[in-house]
Structure formats: C-alpha cells, structure tokens
C-alpha cells in the first residue's frame, strides 16, 4: 500500500469516527495510535508518548487555563452584566442602539476572555431576553449575538490564536496583535449594518422610551461607565504589560487571572461558590483542549512520518498544477466544509499540521495566515446546516425562536465576514501593519 493511500485512509477514518459522534480526542488519537503500530510495529508507540513530553514541555500552555479561568471568572461574578447595563443606558436612545451596544459587549467580552463559547452565553442569557422585551427584531438580534460571539476567536486574548502559534511556531504576541485590527474591522462592519439597517427600517431596533430616557439621569449615567473601568484595567494590565516587555506571555495570563478575581473582591461577590464554579468549569475547558492538542500532535507525527505534507504539496502544484492563490482558496474552502461538523479547535488541530508547512512553502505569511484561518473559522462557525455558533444559539435561545429564524438571522453577516475575509485577503497589511510596526521597534 502507497503512503498516499494510507494517508488518504487514515485522514478518512478520522472523518468516519467524527461523524459517528465520537469524542475528537478519542477520534483522533486512537486512528493516530492504531496507524502508528501498524506501520512501526511495537516502536510506534514511541509517537504517542513523544507527543505527550512535546505537549507538557511546551511553557506557553500554561496561558490556556489562565485565560479561562479569567473568562469565567468575569462572567460568573456578572462583570459582563454591569458592562450590558453600561452599553443598555448609554446607546438606548439610537434605533438599533441596544443591539450596537450588544457588538460592543461582545468585543469586551472577547478583549477579557478568548473564547467565542463564553461570549455565546453572555449574549444570549444577558442581552437576547433584554432586546427581545424592548421590542427588537427577533431575527435580527440573533443574528448579532452570534456573530458578535464569533469575534472571541479573533480578537485578543485569543485562545484560538495561541494553539495555531503553536502549531505554527509563530509568536503568540504577533498573532494577537495581527488579529486586533481584523477583529474591530469586523465589530465596525457589523455595527455598520445594524446602523443602516435600523435607519432604514426603524421598527426593527426600536429606541429607549421617553420616560425611560427620562428616569436616568446624567449622574447615573456617569456611575454606570465604572462598569467599563475594571475590563480596561484588566486588558490593559494584561495585554498592555505583555506588549511593553513587562510580563511574558504566561506571565500576563496569570496577571489577567489575579486582575479578574480582583475585580470580583472588589466588587463583593467573590464567593466560594464562585471559586468553585469557576475552577469548575476551567478544569474542564482545559482538559477538553489538552487531550485533543495531544491527539493532534500524535496524529500530526504520523502523517509527517509517512511524507503526506509532501504528497498534498504534490498533488496541488503538480497533478492539478493550481497557484498558490488557488490552493489558498481551496485550503479555506474545506475548513468552511470542516466548520459545518468540527469547532475551532479540532479543526485547527487536525488540518494545520498538514496546511501550515504548505502555505511556508507558496511563500505566504504565517501569521497573516493565521488570522485568515481565524475569520474562516467565525464564517464557518455560522454556516448551514451544522454550524457549531447555529446550535448553540438553538440550545440556549428562548422557545420564540425557531431554528429557521436561527438560519435566516446569519445571512448578512455571513455576507460581512465574507466581505472581511476578502479584504484582509486582498491587503494583507490590515492584518501584518500592527505586528510589524510593534516589532520593529
């Protein structure tokens, strides 16, 4: 049997065992385990405990239970609820302003935790209720609230963008300052729309009513841009020490985490049972990222060992004879494919070892690269039929809320990040500018 062929079975007996509904990890793992045995005999069981020694030497993972447990902790003490209120009172007055302020929630929110998942379940248990009883279009603000919750994976902390510079042997600190400008680019774009769109159809963001706007006063208004206070002191004392050389990038994670449960003292509810809550459910998070990096890294072994990146390298340029901006698209367009039944995560881990030494190879940025596999990602995350943002807001939507709805809601902003994605395709600056000025110094 070729290389090529047994390449070709393995990757297809992972996709078989996904779709099945087994675990990623296990998915993965076990194709890598059982292939490695097979074409090694006793020795290929040297590939598994490689890559666990490779996992647990790597210093920067440390960041990944720190951000999380920073993300949980700002969202379980209602940090993230004090910020809706802010965003609620100050944008009511604006057709559509409460939706605006969502996108603007949903960028903090980002800015703080890293993870589009979080942002999913502040969106929708905090702000989908509150714009639904003022009114808003059903529709519309669904389609706001996810994808406001996809820019968790693109702005920094990115948690995303860690793993890929990992995979990637990039800088985390130039991929997350590489996905800062995209990332606003695509909360300005969709806040665009909702301006636009609520102008032209103001039944659809109805605003505050008069008495309402009446009953808060200047005073209060001013009390209430406190609650925008502690998540800038927590990014900039995290992000902003990390890029002033103060910190490390492990180092700043830990001081996003202390910030966070600071900020919870501070605000009088840390609790044990916030501790616990929050403990909880990083432990978790993170042991669901570390056994599917371990199996990636298992199975990326095995798949270099039998030569596969020089055989798909081969099969573009040679047997199709594409271009490099051919195979680019082609590399984007299975991950929107892949997006439709994996996440992020395991679509990152499965397919970069594979495509990363490629795209080196056609002689494009890495880390440009990185933030275009970030947007596809978001568009994937929301494409029909199985898009993971889709069925995460079906499962924590309120019953109004038909899954048709859910499918109707995305069309126009699949449409902006496509729109997105084209642009920081077309000039790669809007990605690489910031990097390249902050490094240059």
Not at 136 to 148: E, S
Not at 192 to 211: A, D, F, H, M, N
Request: glycine share 10%.
């Amino acid at each position: 049997m070729s290389y090529e062929l047994i390449a070709i079975l393995m990757f297809s007996s992972m996709m078989l065992m996904l779709l099945t509904g087994q675990r990623v990890f296990a998915a993965i793992g076990s194709v890598a385990v059982i292939a490695a045995l097979l074409l090694w005999g006793d020795g290929g069981s040297e590939i598994a405990f490689s890559a666990s020694m490779k996992l647990m030497k790597w210093y920067p993972l440390l960041t990944l239970p720190l951000f999380i447990f920073m993300g949980y902790m700002l969202s379980e003490s209602g940090i993230a609820e004090d910020l809706y209120k802010m965003f609620h009172v100050w944008t009511g007055g604006l057709h559509g302003g409460l939706a605006i302020g969502t996108v603007g929630l949903m960028v903090m929110i980002s800015a703080m935790n890293g993870l589009s998942v979080a942002g999913m379940a502040i969106g929708a248990t905090i702000a989908l209720p509150e714009l639904l009883r003022r009114g808003y279009d059903k529709v519309m603000v669904t389609g706001v609230i996810q994808a406001g919750s996809s820019l968790g994976i693109l702005v920094p902390p990115s948690v995303v963008l860690v793993l890929y510079g990992m995979i990637a042997r990039q800088p985390v600190g130039k991929l997350w300052l590489a996905g800062a400008i995209p990332g606003l680019l695509l909360a300005g774009l969709f806040i665009l729309y909702i301006v636009v769109r609520c102008r032209l159809q103001p039944e659809l963001g109805p605003t505050l009513s008069e008495e309402e706007r009446k009953e808060i006063t200047w005073s209060e208004k001013i009390r209430l841009l406190q609650a925008g206070v502690i998540p800038l002191f927590i990014f900039f004392a995290m992000t902003g020490l990390f890029l002033m050389g103060v910190t490390s990038l492990v180092e700043s994670s830990a001081v996003g985490a202390t910030a966070a449960t600071l900020a919870a003292a501070f605000k009088r509810r840390l609790t044990f049972r916030l501790l616990h809550i929050t403990t909880e459910k990083t432990l978790q998070i993170s042991c669901m990222f570390m056994w599917i990096i371990l199996a990636a890294l298992a199975f990326g072994a095995v798949f270099d060992g039998l030569g596969a990146v020089r055989a798909i390298e081969g099969f573009f340029v040679g047997d199709l004879g594409l271009g490099p901006w051919e195979i680019l698209l082609l590399m984007q367009l299975s991950y929107i494919v892949m997006g439709m039944f994996l996440d992020d995560t395991a679509m990152l881990v499965i397919v970069a070892p594979l495509y990363v030494p490629l795209v080196k190879v056609l002689g494009f940025d890495l880390v440009w690269y990185g933030v275009l596999y970030t947007i596809t990602c978001q568009i994937a995350y929301m494409t029909p039929p199985f898009g993971y943002n889709l069925f995460l807001m079906r499962a924590m939507a309120p019953p109004e809320i038909s899954l048709t709805d859910i499918y109707k809601s995305i069309i126009p902003f699949v449409a902006i990040m496509v729109f997105g994605l084209a642009l920081v395709t077309i000039f790669p600056q809007i990605a690489l500018w910031l990097p390249n000025l902050y490094y240059a110094r």
